[in-house]
């Protein structure tokens, strides 16, 4: 039990998980430009400087995206809707005059 707890020789069970999931996400969001074996022996400041520019790339497109999501929607809740000038049906059910 004593030999789980021991992290001299070996990685942390919770850098373990934050290095493989650094790793998926270089791979996945790398759009076909990184397998997972090259990534796996990169070595450790290239794959961290690599994940951050990616992660900084995804975070700007994601606040671009942000914001024209938002003009687009400022633009469609405005009120004053545009439309032809067209006249008003002329009303033909009028009662004849008596005479």
């Given amino acids: 039990m004593f030999l789980f707890l021991l992290t001299f020789f070996g990685l942390t069970p919770e850098y373990r998980i934050q290095m493989f999931k650094q790793i998926h996400e270089i791979v996945f969001h790398g759009k076909g430009g990184y397998d997972w074996d090259t990534v796996y022996n990169m070595p450790l400041w290239l794959r961290q400087t690599t994940f951050n520019l990616m992660k900084e790339h995804y975070d700007k497109e994601s606040e671009e995206i942000e914001k024209q999501q ?3 929607k400022n633009k469609t ?3 004053d809707i545009s439309r032809p000038n067209i006249a008003p049906k002329p009303n033909y059910i009028a009662k004849a ?3």
């Fill in 70 to 72: 938002n003009m687009l």
């Fill in 77 to 79: 809740n405005n009120k």
């Fill in 97 to 99: 005059p008596k005479k």
